[in-house]
């Protein structure tokens, strides 16, 4: 279960973004998987002018109903088709990690909202997205487990992007949990190096080429 906006800190969230086909939600209710809800929301992005945060691959994002969260690059250093992030949602821990990247003091305990002046941040990005998630259980699976989640998304934009995530909580789970996203997305037939962009990605890519170009050139991520 996706417990990670419950944490102050956050969990380290293993994931693989896939392309969805006409077939994708057949063959999760063929392994077992359940429709655990459906869900529609807005995320708004920001970050400075030069995109400092995202071509330091962190990424700052407010979403509508459920407040801020700033992903931050994980460090098991696992190589292959998937993006690894720790997960802030504590407003606090994300002032403390935004004043350290973008070297500024004094900003107190003030909250996101707040901060964005000081720092230089404005909105980049903000669009809707439509979600279908699923749960799924790997037959064999103990039971204390967490479930994995698979999110099929199509943003307002015209985009449709799937992804199959687990949530570890320490690094030592991190070798694991890509098992099981790697074992589910051979199940869901997705190409072995397949690797679809975010969202956000996109949307640069077709709104903001200027800002996407920037982050070609100073980062290469598929993003969060």
Known sequence: MFVADNMAQGCIEVE???VPGPGTEEKLK???GTLEHQVTFRDTYYDT?????MRSD???RQRESSGWELKCPGASGVSGPHTEYMELTSESAIVARLSELLGTEGLGAAGVAAVLGPLGLQEV???????STWKLVLSGTDEQEPTLRVDLDTADFGYAVGEVEVLAHKEA????????ILTISSMLG???????????????????PQDYQRLLDGYS????
């Not at 990005?125 to 979600?131: E, G, K, L």
């Not at 991520?221 to 969060?224: A, D, I, T």
């Open 16 to 18: 693989r973004k896939f």
């Open 30 to 32: 063929e392994l077992g």
């Open 49 to 53: 002018s030069e995109l400092s945060l």
């Open 58 to 60: 962190h990424w700052l």
């Open 125 to 131: 990005a903000s669009f809707v997205t439509n979600r």
């Open 173 to 180: 789970e991190v070798p694991a949990a890509l098992a099981k």
């Open 190 to 208: 997705v190409p072995a190096q397949e690797k679809a962009p975010a969202k956000l990605i996109m949307y640069l890519q077709r709104y903001r």
């Open 221 to 224: 991520s598929e993003g969060p």
